[in-house]
């Protein structure tokens, strides 16, 4: 499995953006798949996941009602539209897949093919 993230780049405090992550493999819709971000200094943090047929999600409680994520099984995508944007999201993020739980998790130790990262700068 590969994950390619994109999308990031450079906003104003309140304005949006979505991020991409295009997945190869034949099992990508078999399984949950989750964002983390990790900013300058900080550890890496959950921010939302979705499960494989994208009937249930998490979310980070920091960006509940402004972050929405949702996948596309057909074109193995799935996605993560930010909205409202703060200079505290601003990161690496990372698109990432488990295959040990159904559970759209947000236990980093349960995913095991990340992304390479794509960067959101969020200025105030």
């Known amino acids: 499995v590969q994950l390619q993230a994109s999308g990031g780049g450079l906003v104003q405090a309140g304005g949006s953006l979505m991020l991409s992550c295009a997945a190869s493999g034949r099992t990508f819709s078999s399984y949950p798949m989750g964002w983390f971000r990790q900013a300058p200094g900080k550890e890496r943090e959950f921010v939302a996941a979705?499960?494989?047929?994208?009937?249930?999600?998490s979310y980070q409680d920091s960006v509940k009602g402004r972050f929405t994520v949702s996948r596309d099984n057909a074109k193995q995508m799935v996605y993560l539209q930010m909205n409202s944007l703060k200079p505290e999201d601003t990161a690496a993020y990372y698109c990432?897949?488990?295959?040990?739980?159904?559970?759209?998790?947000?236990?980093?130790?349960?995913?095991?093919?990340w992304g390479q990262g794509t960067l959101v700068t969020v200025s105030s």
């Open positions: 979705i499960d494989k047929r994208g009937d249930r999600t």
């Open positions: 990432a897949r488990t295959r040990r739980t159904l559970f759209p998790t947000r236990d980093a130790g349960l995913y095991h093919a």
